[in-house]
């Protein structure tokens, strides 16, 4: 029995959201996580395109790129974790680390994109305020040189 549910329950149970969405871009898998994350729950994500956490300025380029990974069959971002930022079902903007894949049926075509996700906003904050600091103490530096 354990066999049989196995994938499931790690997809389920992953930390980091998880989200599939076929070539059309219409979300069919959404994780526990994923509701933490992006604050929708899983019935009101599933059946609704990835617009709903895709800050609507980004759109385009997303869905840009989307097509031509659908069309290439991969993503020139394969293996690497990308920070981008992200929308809440509250609105809020938030900064995700993102990672995904284009998967392939068992004819070779795309099924769509299955992505990972983690919400990055405090180190990233963080991150960006510590490079203005540095960038501010390097022309006090240079000013004083």
């Not at 219409?26 to 526990?32: R, T």
């Not at 617009?51 to 991969?74: C, L, T």
């Not at 993102?98 to 990972?116: K, M, R, T, Y």
């Not at 963080?126 to 600091?133: G, Y």
Request: hydrophobic share 40%.
């Amino acid at each position: 029995m354990a066999g049989e549910f196995q994938h499931q329950w790690l997809l389920d149970q992953c930390p980091d959201a998880v989200i599939f969405a076929g070539t059309d871009g219409v979300i069919s898998y959404w994780n526990a996580a994923a509701t933490r994350v992006f604050g929708f729950e899983r019935e009101d994500a599933i059946g609704k395109d990835l617009n709903i956490i895709i800050p609507e300025s980004f759109q385009d380029a997303h869905w840009k790129g989307y097509d031509r990974a659908m069309g290439d069959k991969v993503t020139k971002y394969i293996g690497q974790s990308l920070p981008t930022k992200a929308r809440k079902a509250d609105g809020e903007e938030i900064y995700v680390e993102l990672s995904f894949a284009i998967v392939l049926d068992d004819a070779g075509e795309a099924a769509g994109a299955l992505a990972q996700a983690r919400d990055i906003t405090e180190r990233f904050n963080r991150d960006r305020d510590n490079r203005r600091k540095m960038r501010d103490l390097e022309q006090q530096l240079a000013a004083k040189g």
